[in-house]
């Protein structure tokens, strides 16, 4: 019975865990939602493995209910691997590896106390199967990081430390029991914390391999609330080379302006928001950037049009070019940041990456058919077929804008790890009144 109490109250604490983990902003919606997902579905089968448990214990000859409990432990045990994969993903691995150095090193340290003073060998027990737990949690989050990695030099070096870290738990627990079968042995108390010590040296190498090699991931960029004034930008570039064309210019100043409602011009928003957080760059040494405020200004040059107001586009024939010109730039954009995710060495970054450029040529298409169906629904007398135009439009320019802005911070994630020998290495990201970053590192 007290057993069933231990695991509902460590079942507990592990959805409350994962809570904290989803709730703490270290990772994405999408992330979070997943984690609180998968640690419903964990607790649900804690509550059921409890009863079935019972009953198998009640009733030790009853085959059914032993199969049951069989399946459903099988099940749970599924869970708690799926869980522990997600939470592993969006935990910093270098701040894991640290928090469980300390753990270990001051286990093993407790653990070599117990057993010189000749103590209770349950408690030796007790703290051998946290160190050897503890050490196997740093080699799992050290594969995740291997198989993560297409770096063939840091993958050999982080494998070889996890390997002598796992052959260092078995030797050290066997020492343990040792201790406790005769507990006054001097040279078996020696065995002992010689194996321990080897179990911390282990885990402290394994975090340094990583260290050594490790990028911090950047803080994310400021958002804005569309309720919100936005952050002051600073005034275009004097560089002759970025002087944009006249109609160009009108557009940047009205991006620049304070942020209209999303309901009172959507488009306009949507463009407005983007230019905001590429404007945070450097364009120089950095032609990504350059592109993002580009597909902006000229969507914002679209919105003006459509709301009837005077500008740079004057018919309906302006209105379908700038919308083939905005895709051609979407594509311009889809082949520069395929090269930075051919040329990254972080898998999930990659992958992340890549996935959100499969959107673009989709998006983009769309945008060049609905400006058309627009530009004929314009002055046709139909006003049902105007409005959904509009609407289908505005629902798509909007999806292309967000989908830019998601495709620009995965491309910054993703150059954090580029292979210094692509040409794509030279790309440069530097927060305007900040320190330049030219992206060269080998992890």
């Known amino acids: 019975r007290s057993s069933d109490l231990d695991f509902e109250t460590h079942a507990v604490q592990l959805a409350e865990t994962t809570e904290l983990i989803a709730s703490s902003g270290g990772c994405s919606d999408a992330a979070a939602a997943n984690l609180r997902q998968q640690a419903a579905k964990l607790k649900d089968l804690s509550s059921v493995i409890v009863p079935a448990a019972r009953v198998v214990l009640d009733n030790p000859d009853n085959q059914p209910a032993k ?98 870290l796992s052959e260092s738990v078995s030797p ?23 194996a321990a010590d080897k179990v911390a040296e282990g885990v402290t190498t394994v975090r340094t391999v990583i260290e ?23 005034p275009p570039p004097e560089d002759p080379a970025l002087l944009l064309p006249a109609e160009m210019q009108e557009a940047e100043e009205l991006l620049r302006a304070p942020l209209p409602s999303k309901e ?43 709301r009837g107001e005077a500008g740079e586009l004057r018919g309906k024939a302006d209105l379908i070019r700038m919308a083939k010109e905005i895709a051609r730039d979407a594509q311009d954009l889809l082949k520069f940041a395929r090269q930075i995710a051919e040329a990254c060495m972080d898998k999930r970054a990659k992958t992340n990456l890549l996935q959100l450029l499969d959107r673009i040529p989709t998006v983009s298409t769309q945008l060049k058919i609905l400006a058309t169906v627009k530009a004929t629904s314009m002055g046709s007398g139909d006003a049902k077929a105007d409005a959904d135009a509009t609407e289908m439009l505005v629902g798509n320019a909007e999806n292309l804008m967000r989908t830019v802005k998601d495709v620009m911070r995965a491309a910054e994630a993703a150059s954090i790890r580029l292979r210094p020998d692509s040409p794509i290495a030279a790309i440069i990201w530097r927060r305007k009144g900040g320190q330049a970053r030219r992206i060269s590192v080998s992890y």
């Open 67 to 164: 199969d049951y409990l069989r399946t459903m432990k099988d099940r749970w045990l599924q869970a708690a691997e799926s869980l522990t994969a997600s939470v592993d993903g969006v935990v910093d691995s270098l701040e894991f590896m640290k928090v469980s150095e300390a753990k270990v090193h001051a286990d093993v340290k407790e653990a070599k106390r117990i057993a010189l003073a000749e103590e209770d060998p349950k408690k030796l027990i007790v703290k051998a199967s946290s160190i050897a737990r503890q050490a196997n949690r740093v080699i799992q989050v050290a594969q995740v990081e291997a198989e993560n990695s297409e770096n063939p030099e840091f993958v050999a070096k982080l494998s070889a430390a996890s390997k002598a």
């Open 172 to 194: 050290m627990v066997v020492e343990a029991r040792s201790v406790v079968t005769s507990p006054q042995n001097k040279d078996i108390q020696r065995k002992f914390c010689t």
């Open 212 to 234: 050594d090699n490790w990028v911090p991931p950047r803080p994310p960029l400021p958002e804005f609330e569309e309720e919100e004034e936005p952050p002051e930008l600073p």
């Open 264 to 306: 009172d011009n959507p488009i306009h928003h949507a463009a407005a928001s983007t230019f905001h957080e590429a404007d945070q760059w450097d364009e120089k040494g950095n032609s990504l950037i350059g592109l993002v405020k580009q597909m902006a200004r000229k969507m914002a040059m679209m919105s003006k049009y459509m």
